[in-house]
């Protein structure tokens, strides 16, 4: 069970060995906060806005950062962070693109959404686990989050 006060890591990712990276580079810095994996952009949403199967989660249990690929079946990775910056209840959410996108278009749209970071996939195992220590270092550390809106 996922405690309130713990800083929950949402992780918006499809591809099974990514996932898999991600998290292990996560436990290899010595993060050890609760990951929620959700495999699709409609997932993503039916989590935050605590609908669809996610209905039954505590509504109280808000991630302290959003890791969001970008393509990603059923609803891709812009139209969440659309979706996400329009309600006033994850407006400030931090959302961070980490992606194997190299499209600036990906990139310029990202930000013009309000994305917060956006970092590419390293292809190296090594790159990869540090860019994932450094990004959990920063919004799981030393980042703080404004209280959270009401719906």
Same mark, same amino acid.
């Given at each position: 069970?996922?405690?309130?006060?713990?800083?929950?890591?949402?992780?918006?990712?499809?591809?099974?060995?990514?996932?898999?990276?991600?998290?292990?580079?996560?436990?290899?810095?010595?993060?050890?906060?609760?990951?929620?994996?959700?495999?699709?952009?409609?997932?993503?949403?039916?989590?935050?806005?605590?609908?669809?199967?996610?209905?039954?989660?505590?509504?109280?249990? @808000?991630?302290?950062?959003?890791?969001?690929?970008?393509?990603?079946?059923?609803?891709?990775?812009?139209?969440?962070?659309?979706?996400?910056?329009?309600?006033?209840?994850? @407006?400030?959410?931090?959302?961070?693109?980490?992606?194997?996108?190299?499209?600036? @278009?990906?990139?310029?749209?990202?930000?013009?959404?309000?994305?917060?970071?956006?970092?590419?996939?390293?292809?190296?195992?090594?790159?990869?686990?540090?860019?994932?220590?450094?990004?959990?270092?920063?919004?799981?550390?030393?980042?703080?989050?404004?209280?959270?809106?009401?719906?």
């Amino acid at each position: 069970m996922v405690d309130v006060n713990q800083r929950v890591i949402l992780l918006v990712e499809d591809n099974p060995d990514d996932e898999l990276l991600t998290l292990r580079a996560l436990r290899r810095s010595n993060f050890h906060n609760p990951v929620i994996v959700v495999r699709d952009g409609a997932e993503a949403l039916d989590y935050l806005f605590v609908q669809g199967r996610h209905a039954e989660r505590d509504p109280d249990i @808000r991630p302290q950062v959003v890791l969001l690929d970008l393509h990603l079946p059923r609803l891709d990775g812009l139209e969440v962070l659309r979706r996400l910056r329009a309600h006033e209840r994850t @407006r400030t959410l931090p959302v961070v693109v980490l992606t194997s996108s190299n499209e600036e @278009r990906d990139l310029v749209e990202s930000y013009q959404l309000g994305v917060n970071s956006f970092v590419h996939k390293p292809v190296d195992v090594t790159a990869f686990f540090e860019a994932v220590r450094q990004l959990g270092m920063y919004w799981l550390v030393l980042n703080e989050l404004p209280p959270p809106r009401s719906s």
